[in-house]
């Protein structure tokens, strides 16, 4: 099998999915129970929100988690391939595993770290299941999430450099940049999803990184996690597939995707502070004929109909932070502000509309 394409950066995914992909939609009191509540109560919450999900099976006749990383992780420039975590590289779907020749499914909290293999629920939970090439998986192994010291690249079956790392003293791995806020948001799912209620493991995030004989229930990197989750936002490729896995198969989201400041109450700068979601909504509130415009900015962004009665349009970033504060102009600039994504907040004092932007260096 040949590589079709590969992706560079995040960017240009984002780009490429644009055309496809819509806004996601998080259902109307999905997350009700979790707000204003901290620390474990929170994650009690969250996790009863996003437990008892539909189960399918890792190989079977039916529907099982092959059929759905190809829905999930489909190609958007060539829907009969699926697209690879650490590589970005792009193969055909139809080939599954093939005696070796075509693709695997990735455990990215390692099925190992916990001991629990492939077994229906916590080891089919395609929230933190991907394609991958079986070289780059058996290189990766059940090694933890860190930034490595003593960097060794990693190649795929194809002889591909990833633009992920293996460390050479540590039993770590380094995805490649574009994808480490992915990888941290479906570790973090893992460690709410499963906290030993219902006869599966408690999984537990740690700053300890394990041995590769360690079939201890934890996965670390936390600290590195966190910042892997900071520094490269969710996209819209993670929003597709949280909905597709929501609305199609398993009925549950992932949290941290649709929420990211979560991570930072459970285990970043939040802790012992309650969670209440930020009012913004990905949903047009009423104010008509509104355009906000490029969608992927540098240095200046433009709002047509513009009236005399907006009277404030606020720049969030995605952990809800306000970045940018104006009042009754046609265009914001945006120059200083760090590559990710951004909700732009445009009221009159009775209605709001907001939209999503992503900004480019």
């Given at each position: 099998m040949?590589?079709n394409?590969?992706?560079?950066?995040?960017i240009?995914?984002?780009?490429?999915?644009?055309p496809?992909?819509?806004i996601?939609?998080i259902?109307?009191?999905?997350?009700?129970?979790?707000e204003g509540n901290l620390?474990?109560?929170?994650?009690?919450e969250?996790?009863q929100?996003?437990?008892?999900?539909?189960?399918?099976?890792?190989?079977?006749?039916?529907?099982?988690?092959?059929?759905?990383?190809?829905?999930?992780?489909?190609?958007?420039?060539?829907?009969?391939?699926?697209?690879?975590?650490?590589?970005g590289?792009?193969?055909?779907a139809?080939q599954?595993?093939?005696?070796?020749?075509?693709?695997?499914?990735?455990h990215?909290?390692?099925?190992?770290?916990g001991?629990?293999g492939t077994?229906?629920?916590?080891?089919t939970?395609?929230?933190a299941?991907?394609p991958?090439?079986n070289?780059?998986n058996g290189?990766?192994?059940?090694?933890?999430?860190?930034?490595c010291s003593?960097?060794?690249d990693?190649?795929?079956?194809?002889?591909?450099?990833t633009?992920s790392?293996?460390?050479?003293?540590?039993?770590?791995?380094?995805p490649?940049n574009e994808?480490?806020?992915?990888?941290?948001?479906?570790?973090?799912y893992?460690a709410v999803?499963?906290?030993?209620?219902?006869?599966?493991?408690?999984?537990?995030?740690?700053e300890?990184?394990?041995?590769?004989?360690d079939?201890?229930p934890l996965?670390?990197k936390?600290?590195?996690?966190?910042?892997?989750?900071?520094?490269?936002?969710?996209?819209?490729?993670?929003?597709?597939?949280?909905?597709i896995?929501?609305?199609n198969?398993?009925?549950n989201?992932?949290?941290?995707?649709?929420?990211?400041e979560?991570?930072?109450?459970l285990?970043?700068?939040?802790i012992?502070?309650?969670?209440?979601?930020?009012?913004?909504?990905?949903v047009?509130?009423a104010?008509?004929?509104?355009?906000?415009?490029?969608?992927?900015?540098?240095d200046v962004?433009?709002i047509t109909?513009?009236?005399?009665?907006i009277i404030?349009?606020?720049?969030?970033?995605?952990?809800?932070?306000k970045?940018?504060?104006?009042k009754?102009t046609n265009?914001?600039?945006v120059?200083?502000?760090?590559?990710?994504?951004?909700i732009?907040?445009?009221?009159?004092?009775?209605?709001?509309t907001?939209?999503?932007?992503i900004?480019?260096?």
């Amino acid at each position: 099998m040949k590589k079709n394409k590969r992706y560079s950066s995040k960017i240009d995914l984002i780009l490429l999915l644009v055309p496809f992909l819509s806004i996601a939609q998080i259902p109307s009191g999905y997350y009700s129970n979790a707000e204003g509540n901290l620390d474990d109560d929170l994650k009690y919450e969250l996790n009863q929100i996003i437990d008892n999900h539909t189960e399918f099976y890792y190989t079977s006749s039916g529907t099982d988690v092959w059929d759905i990383l190809k829905e999930t992780d489909k190609d958007p420039n060539n829907s009969n391939n699926v697209i690879l975590i650490y590589s970005g590289i792009s193969v055909d779907a139809a080939q599954e595993y093939n005696n070796n020749n075509g693709w695997t499914r990735e455990h990215v909290w390692a099925k190992s770290r916990g001991d629990f293999g492939t077994d229906i629920g916590v080891g089919t939970d395609v929230h933190a299941l991907r394609p991958l090439d079986n070289t780059t998986n058996g290189i990766r192994n059940n090694r933890g999430f860190d930034n490595c010291s003593d960097c060794v690249d990693v190649y795929d079956k194809w002889s591909n450099n990833t633009g992920s790392k293996r460390d050479n003293t540590e039993w770590s791995f380094e995805p490649r940049n574009e994808v480490k806020g992915d990888v941290a948001r479906m570790i973090f799912y893992m460690a709410v999803r499963y906290e030993g209620y219902d006869s599966y493991p408690d999984l537990e995030l740690s700053e300890t990184i394990l041995g590769n004989t360690d079939k201890s229930p934890l996965h670390g990197k936390l600290s590195t996690l966190i910042e892997w989750h900071r520094n490269d936002p969710v996209d819209s490729w993670e929003e597709n597939r949280n909905d597709i896995i929501y609305n199609n198969y398993q009925n549950n989201r992932n949290p941290f995707i649709d929420y990211p400041e979560l991570a930072e109450h459970l285990w970043g700068n939040q802790i012992h502070v309650e969670w209440n979601p930020s009012t913004l909504s990905l949903v047009d509130n009423a104010i008509s004929n509104i355009s906000v415009y490029p969608s992927v900015v540098s240095d200046v962004l433009f709002i047509t109909n513009v009236e005399n009665s907006i009277i404030d349009i606020v720049v969030y970033n995605f952990l809800g932070e306000k970045v940018i504060s104006t009042k009754n102009t046609n265009k914001v600039d945006v120059k200083e502000l760090s590559s990710g994504v951004y909700i732009i907040n445009i009221a009159d004092g009775l209605h709001q509309t907001n939209r999503k932007f992503i900004k480019n260096s």
